[in-house]
């Protein structure tokens, strides 16, 4: 299994610029997340994912768009890229036997490093 | 006040030294303490997982949860120069109807020396 893959690991946007983060897991999970990670900030919620076409706000989702087509895939839009929203992205999944109660542990993807100037 | 504190570091330590990491949280519904590892330029993944006060051992770590203080804890025994990495602390609670929220500390960066 590869787990969680995420591209592209890299990428410089210029301001107004949009591009889409991928985000694939195999392990068949169906909660996904999107997190965005500055430094000295800690972990922030952006969106959310507990099953195919269903989607959720995290805790930062201004500017930002998500959809889930299928159970694997869990793409994170950026319209109109700001320079605030220069971060490390990273993307999860986790299990819940309970569609819409709690899961189990979340598995992190590698990350994209995103700058936008 | 945030909900979760953790001191952002960083801290340096010798091989072999033991390693005490903490966090407070200022949220008594939280249910569940979690720390998570994360290498320079990877994914957190899991290390230790508790949901009761008390010791959780493995291995070399040992998570405490003190939660008349609201406040964990994260050894490290003979640390070694693999487990330099930044270490997050993450607390979770689960409503009545099921809804969960996970909150992450700031993370603690760890440098081992040899």
């Known amino acids: 299994n590869a787990g969680v893959t995420q591209t592209p690991k890299f990428r410089i946007l210029k301001i107004g610029q949009s591009m889409t983060l991928q985000c694939t897991q195999d392990?068949?999970?169906?909660?996904m997340y999107w997190y965005r990670q500055d430094p000295g900030m800690g972990l922030k919620l952006i969106y959310y994912s507990v099953g195919a076409g269903i989607t959720d706000k995290g805790e930062v989702p201004n500017g930002y768009n998500v959809s889930r087509s299928t159970t694997e895939d869990f793409p994170l839009r950026l319209e109109l890229a700001a320079p605030s929203q220069t971060s490390v992205y990273f993307c999860?999944?986790?299990?819940?036997?309970?569609?819409?109660?709690?899961?189990?542990?979340?598995?992190f993807g590698p990350g994209t490093r995103l700058t936008v100037t | 006040q945030k909900e979760v504190e953790q001191d952002p570091g960083p801290l340096s330590v010798p091989e072999g030294a033991i390693v005490s990491l903490n966090c407070t949280y200022s949220n008594s519904a939280f249910q569940y303490f979690m720390w998570y590892r994360q290498y320079s330029r990877k994914g957190p993944e899991l290390l230790m997982y508790t949901y009761s006060s008390g010791n959780k051992e493995d291995g070399r770590f040992t998570a405490q949860v003190d939660k008349s203080s609201k406040y964990i804890s994260l050894f490290i025994r003979d640390s070694q120069p693999s487990d330099s990495a930044t270490y997050l602390c993450?607390?979770?609670?689960?409503?009545?109807?099921?809804?969960?929220?996970?909150?992450f500390g700031t993370g603690t960066r760890l440098t081992i020396i040899p």
């Open positions: 392990m068949n999970h169906n909660y």
């Open positions: 993450a607390m979770r609670y689960i409503s009545n109807f099921g809804n969960e929220k996970l909150t």
């Open positions: 999860a999944s986790s299990y819940s036997s309970h569609p819409g109660g709690p899961s189990y542990e979340q598995y």
